[in-house]
């Protein structure tokens, strides 16, 4: 009986380390379109570094990047999607790997135009006092282009009645949940 509670104990574990695991990488998502540093830089372990493309450094200094870069494009918010994921537990580590879209609108030559990026992080992650954190991360990029042709879609804009994104704490998303 007391081995059938430990495996138990042992399966509900791994659930929740599954879960706290996705929370983490939605909160990346999250503080990336938002620009939000604190909640960015919330989802790295102490020490943990981030190759970003030509960024690989501090996970705490490429939040920074992000947040500094998003000053600097276009008015319009970007989106970042997680899709599938693949995770390991090896006890208080982890390996994941997470599929990612990303949709980033610019204007680098001064005319509307839309990154986008399908890939995958390969995150290395621990749980330290009961929190997890990315140790190191690897951007993988499988595929990209860059196309927006047209004006905004009439509909959906916040000329329309929509309420419109927002980077930082001005998004309504920070009201929403207080």
Known sequence: MDSEIEALRQE?????????????????????DRADLELIQSVYAEGGTDHHGPFD????????????????VWDHVG??????????LDGDRARAEVYFLAFHPHADDGHPALGII???YLDVL??????WGILRRVVVSDWTREDLSGP???????R?????????????SYEFFG
């Open 12 to 32: 509900v574990r791994a659930l929740r380390d599954h879960e706290e695991i996705r929370q983490l990488l939605y909160r990346y998502a999250r503080g990336v």
């Open 57 to 72: 450094g501090p996970g705490v200094e490429f939040a920074q990047v992000v947040v500094d870069g998003a000053k600097k």
């Open 79 to 88: 989106n970042h999607h997680i899709t599938n994921m693949v995770v390991q």
């Open 152 to 158: 905004d879609w009439e509909r959906t804009t916040e």
């Open 126 to 131: 621990e749980r330290r006092d009961g929190r």
């Open 118 to 120: 399908s890939g995958r």
């Open 160 to 172: 329309a009645g929509y309420v419109g994104g927002r980077r930082g704490t001005t998004d309504t």
